[in-house]
Every structure is written in structure tokens, then in C-alpha cells.
């Protein structure tokens, strides 16, 4: 199994990588450390990582309402990484679409 599992595409992502056109967000495993992500970003897409920034997330509780009453449930946690490349360098997201 990768590193990487998916890109982000969020509207706050899209903000930051337009602000910062370099910068570029993942959801990873969350065993993951920042060396071993830099090394899976710049195999998998041919480009020089300047650094990683990760967080961690908790899972959100949802409920909803059904025929049987109310199901609770909670989503899984992940770890998110930035990757920041160097100046002029890019990742085309959608070309595998």
C-alpha cells in the first residue's frame, strides 16, 4: 500500500494553492512521517519537495435519523500533508482523469 491515498479537493485547499501556487495538499496514511511522504511526492509526480507540513485529524461524529430511530456513527481519522515544491514547479492533479 502507498503513502499517498488521495489529493485534496476542498474549497479551502483551492485557496491555498491559488494563493500559493506550489503548494499542493494529500490525505497520507497515518503512520506516515514527513520523510517518507516527501519520497512518495517525488516518485509518484517527477518533482523536488522543498518541505512537508502534516496535521492530524479526528474523525467527525454524524448522525442522522431513520426508520428505526437515530444511527450515530463517527467518520475515521486521517493525516493530511502540504507539500510545498520548489519555485516554478507544479503537479497536474487531472491529468489521470
Known sequence: MGIIIKPIFTEKQTAITDKFPN???????????????????????????????????????????????????REPSYKKAIVTLRKGETIDLFSNI
Not at 511522504?37 to 431513520?66: C, F, P, W
Request: zero cysteines.
Open 23 to 73: 503548494r499542493f495538499g494529500f490525505i497520507v496514511v497515518p503512520k506516515a512521517n514527513k520523510v517518507e511522504i516527501k519520497n512518495a511526492v517525488e516518485q509518484m509526480y517527477n518533482v523536488h519537495v522543498e518541505s512537508v507540513n502534516t496535521s492530524r485529524y479526528d474523525g467527525k461524529l454524524k448522525s442522522r435519523y431513520t426508520k428505526s430511530g437515530v444511527v450515530e456513527g
